[in-house]
């Protein structure tokens, strides 16, 4: 295992139209994390998973996103109508339980047009 | 206020030089800290990872944190062109999972 996996590395869509995230852990990881970051910006908090259970949603989290983690493995995270202000990078952590080895992909970049 | 605080920066330093790289807190139940780096287009990379006050040294890094104070320090020793990145703090209070981060300060090490 190489690391968190993410995919595409890119997307440019036009605004309006959905969009799907996927990430791949480390697979010895339970804890999965999405994070948005913005030019010059730290990343922001999105949602996190332990296993398949969805255990934290950060109010950034419209009702036009939705994450998923389904068996516990992989994810991904949809963003329906996006809109302009939906451009970032969308970042993907894994870790154990414990926190330990915050692990993150190289992200997707979005850019909605 | 936001809950860190971290110089953007950038900085701007000759090959060889001593980095010190600084983030303020405010939430005292802050535990563990973690210094990550990050090129352009690229996600974060773990470089330092403490728990709760004292040094941490690795190579060419040391990460102090001063509880106390709510004050943590990244030091790059032999500071080389390849560590041009932004750099990033991060923590997290000891019940609670997600990080809160700086905004990261851009590094730039001149040959």
């Known amino acids: 295992d190489t690391g968190v996996s993410q995919d595409p590395r890119h997307k440019i869509t036009k605004r309006g139209q959905n969009v799907t995230f996927r990430c791949d852990p480390i697979?010895?990881?339970?804890?999965l994390y999405w994070y948005r970051q913005t030019l010059g910006q730290g990343p922001e908090f999105l949602t996190y998973f332990q296993n398949e259970a969805q255990l934290e949603k950060s109010r950034l989290l419209s009702d036009r996103f939705s994450a998923e983690r389904p068996k516990g493995s992989f994810s991904t995270l949809e963003i329906q109508r996006t809109e302009q202000g939906d451009s970032a990078m969308y970042l993907c952590?894994?870790?154990?339980?414990?926190?330990?080895?915050?692990?993150f992909g190289s992200g997707t970049r979005l850019t909605v047009v | 206020q936001k809950e860190v605080e971290q110089d953007p920066g950038p900085l701007s330093v000759p090959e060889g030089a001593i980095v010190s790289l600084n983030c303020t807190y405010s939430?005292?139940?802050?535990?563990?800290f973690m210094w990550y780096r990050q090129y352009s287009r690229k996600g974060p990379e773990l470089l330092m990872y403490t728990y709760s006050s004292g040094n941490k040294e690795d190579g060419r890094f040391t990460a102090q944190v001063d509880k106390s104070s709510k004050y943590i320090s990244l030091f790059i020793r032999d500071s080389q062109p390849s560590d041009s990145a932004t750099y990033l703090c991060a923590m997290r209070a000891g019940n609670n999972r997600k990080l809160i981060w700086g905004l990261g300060t851009s590094l730039a090490v001149n040959p």
């Open positions: 939430n005292s139940a802050f535990q563990y």
């Open positions: 952590a894994s870790s154990r339980s414990d926190g330990y080895g915050y692990t």
């Open positions: 697979s010895e990881h339970n804890r």
